[in-house]
């Protein structure tokens, strides 16, 4: 019986032993941006595109939808009027946020500045999940909680989901196959000559 357990965990420890090593430094980082273009990169830019009216020339002014996704109890005592919303720091919180749901989920995806990007990332969704319960009310339902045991509580389940996914290329780096990855090649080959 020790014989067959002996050989059990050999044949475990060199199963999962090679595919640690054959897929060390390169499949985390770019699979968890693989997914995370697959499942968020359009949500994200979607969002942001509402925020400009579809259109990139609004860029540097964001429509009054923005100011009301992202500040919705002072948009309501302002009655939906921008023109009535300080600059600083209001004005200067949407603006950043929209290029932030442009600029952000695209270097993730790309791989440029993976880390800060992703931490980015993760920021941008505390903010946001803080927005969508306090600012826009959100029911209980929706919230839901962890070990609630309900897939539907979206703001509890799903969001927690995408932090881990951003937790990936923030802790583990990008990978292999990024633009950081090439950058930083490119800068050790320069280093190396000048040594």
Known sequence: MGALIGLFVRLYTFVFGTLERLTNGWFLGLASRLIFAAVLLDFFWKSAETKIGGSVMNIFTPTAGAYAQMLPK????????????????????????????????ALVVVGLFTRFASLGMIVFICVMTYVDIYGHGVDAKTIGSLFDNDPYSTIADDR???????????????????????????????EMYYD
């Open 74 to 105: 002072l948009m309501e005592q302002v009655s939906y009027d921008t023109s009535q919303v300080a600059f600083f720091p209001y004005g200067l919180i949407v603006l950043l946020g929209t290029w932030g749901e442009f600029i952000l989920p």
């Open 160 to 190: 927690l989901l995408w932090i881990f996914l951003l937790l990936v290329p923030t802790l583990k780096g990008p990978g292999v196959v990024s633009l950081d990855w090439l950058l930083g090649r490119s800068y050790r080959k320069r």
